[in-house]
């Protein structure tokens, strides 16, 4: 059975209609208002006594044009109703918007007679909670900046604004040098403060039409419109400069660095996948050159990018295809002309290309990463070796040791020291016939950690050499807390002895710092006669290079110790 409830219930449609949480309000056909509810106030903020012989103009917010109203109520007359999202002001002069759905309704006793009632339905918060859903999305939390999305449709945007206007902009991609020192040393939080500030300082360093991003990390980026070089120039000075500034965590200072890569559109890629792949490119040409600096892409840098990329291909294939060999250059003792040990050092013959120098590859090798599987090749090579030396020199060779080079990257690496010994016993050798010569960044990179890993190595019996030593960090106090054997004279000052004070002054100090602390000196690269005099004079121990012997390959290095060849001073 059907009832009409409203005809039960004479007074449920006004209970309704007051309680309801969506705001109402009816007008008569004039559009003068003769009832709003309580909703209606809250949202509005007019009580029903201001609001009622008013009307809805009041509200109005003055952000549509009159075409809307139009519209709205042609449909209104056509339709008898509407429905949409408006704008309206409230009391208190707020914009906010709304959904609002009207409908027209005849007076059933005096037809002709027109009631327009419309509800209405704060959007204040769900716009809130949409913007910043928005926001969050293409934001990056910790610095609050544009992120790596919101960052590709900004330089969309930036290289369609040109396109149309004949107008330039410039992308500056920067990234921070050796961030991953201050997460590790300092822990995230110091991590994040940095990060946080830098944000803050880039931002000061452009104006408010640049959009600065965090892109990654710490990588940000800055898009720079309708400026020249001259510009950019200035304002990646000022990055530099600002970053400079140390930066305060709990009363510590902590100093660091950026490189910046700029790219300019047009000039520099047509579309916005170009110019940040350049822009990405110098950047990693600043790291190259030192870092703490600013380059614009060149043409000359996209082709050396090809090249070591060519480079990188064939350097994976070559050392998984075991193309790496070693070389060995002698080392001799100053007192007694004889050998008594040998550097071992990667050659790439290649198959099918011209040889490549180490000097040209272990730096891509390092920076891939590839390096600790190139010294672990060389490493067996040399154990393998060193043991037919052995056989050769048949019991006159108990001291005769060789020496690997050695990158940090192995230092860092999980289970290398174990790998070592696998295979200094596999061959046959023992820890005491292996040196390793490592340089000074080993140490520097990680204090404790190092130290860790030399003792354990040390302990082994294996031998510690600093090598291309003056070059770095150079303090031989540092360096006494490692356990080291000895010291590598870089081959930049032996080069000089003859010629430059400075460099004589620098290799007679090594030399008797490195005596005073028990341990014994290298000469490397040594050429002349001139050079071997002074290193002799100033009681250096032991001296390697061209004036006995180029680095050889195998066969001819044991064709040296079979014919038991002494150095004739
Ligand atoms: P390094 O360890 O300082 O090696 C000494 C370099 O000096 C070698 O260059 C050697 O050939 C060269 N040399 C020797 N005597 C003379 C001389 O009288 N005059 C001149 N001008 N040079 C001389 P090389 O073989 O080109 O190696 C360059 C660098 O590459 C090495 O410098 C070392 O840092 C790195 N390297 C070579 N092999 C390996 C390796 O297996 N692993 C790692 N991690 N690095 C390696
Ligand atoms: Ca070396
Ligand atoms: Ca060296």
Redesign the pocket.
């Known amino acids: 059975m059907h009832i009409d409830i409203f005809k039960v219930l004479p007074d449920l449609a006004l209970k309704l209609v007051e309680n309801s949480i969506e705001g109402i309000v009816i007008t008569d056909a004039n559009e003068v208002i003769q009832f709003v509810n309580e909703a209606f106030t809250q949202i509005s903020g007019y009580s029903a006594e201001e609001a009622i012989g008013q009307t809805p103009r009041i509200l109005k917010s003055g952000k549509h044009d009159k075409s809307f109203y139009e519209g709205m109520w042609a449909s209104l007359i056509k339709d008898g109703a509407w429905k949409g999202e408006i704008w309206n002001k409230r009391k208190n002069g707020d914009i906010y918007p709304q959904r609002i759905s009207i409908i027209s309704i005849e007076d059933p006793s005096a037809p002709g007679n027109k009631y327009f009632a419309s509800v209405i339905s704060d959007l204040t918060q769900i716009k809130h909670d949409e913007e910043e859903l928005r926001h969050r999305a293409d934001h990056d939390v910790l610095t609050n900046l544009p992120n790596r999305y919101l960052f590709q449709d900004r330089i969309t945007q930036a290289v369609n604004r040109a396109k149309r206007s004949n107008g330039k902009f410039a992308v500056l991609f920067i990234d921070i040098d050796d961030f991953k020192k201050i997460n590790d040393g300092l822990g995230h939080d110091a991590g994040d403060m940095v990060l946080r500030e830098i944000a803050m300082r880039l931002v000061q360093c452009g104006r408010d039409v640049d959009t600065v991003s965090r892109v990654g990390g710490d990588e940000f980026t800055f898009i720079l419109e309708g400026v020249g070089a001259a510009d950019i120039t200035i304002v990646a000075a000022r990055i530099i400069e600002r970053m400079r500034q140390p930066f305060s965590f709990y009363g510590r200072d902590i100093h660091l660095t950026v490189s910046i890569g700029i790219a300019m559109f047009p000039e520099n890629g047509k579309s916005a996948a170009e110019i940040m792949k350049n822009a990405d490119m110098a950047m990693y040409h600043v790291k190259g050159f030192g870092k703490n600096k600013f380059f614009f892409f060149t043409p000359e840098l996209n082709d050396r990018a090809i090249k070591t990329l060519q480079l990188e291909t064939d350097l994976r294939e070559g050392i998984k295809n075991r193309e790496m060999i ?2 060995y ?1 002698p080392k001799i003792d100053l007192l007694t002309g004889k050998v008594i040990g040998m ?5 790439w013959p290649r198959f099918n290309g011209r040889p490549v ?3 040209e590859f ?1 730096p891509v ?2 920076h891939t990463g590839m ?1 600790v599987d ?2 672990t090749v ?1 490493f067996e090579l040399a154990c393998d070796f060193t043991r037919q030396v052995k056989k050769i020199l048949n019991g006159n060779g108990k001291s005769f040791r060789v020496s ?4 940090p990257k192995n230092i860092e690496k999980k289970g290398f020291l174990s790998r070592l010994i696998k295979i200094v016993e596999r061959v046959g050798l023992s820890p005491e016939d292996v040196e390793f ?1 490592v ?1 000074e960044s080993v140490i520097v990179g990680n204090i404790a950690s190092a130290k860790a890993i030399l003792n354990s190595l040390n302990s082994d019996g294996f031998s510690i050499s600093i ?2 030593f003056g070059t770095g960090y150079s303090s031989l106090s540092y360096l006494m807390q490692f356990p080291i054997s000895s010291l ?1 004279i ?2 930049s000052f032996i ?1 000089n002895l003859s010629t430059e004070p400075k460099a004589l002054t620098i290799a007679k100090a090594i030399v008797s710092m490195a005596h005073g602390i028990g341990v014994k000196t290298v000469a ?4 002349t006669q001139d050079q071997l005099a002074y290193l002799r004079d100033m009681g250096c121990d032991q001296i ?4 006995f012997s ?2 050889l390959p195998e066969d001819e290095m044991a064709d040296l110790i079979t014919a038991g060849r002494v150095f004739e001073m």
Do not use: F, H, M, W
Not at 343 to 347: D, G, Q, T, Y
Not at 524 to 527: A, T
Not at 544 to 547: F, K, L, T
């Open positions: 070693a070389y250059q550097e071992a050092l990667a050659r120098c180490p000097d272990i090798a390092e390096i190139l010294d060389i690997v080079n050695l990158s010569e340089t090598d291309d590598k870089d081959k080069r490397e690269g040594v050429e390697q290079g061209y004036i180029r680095p």
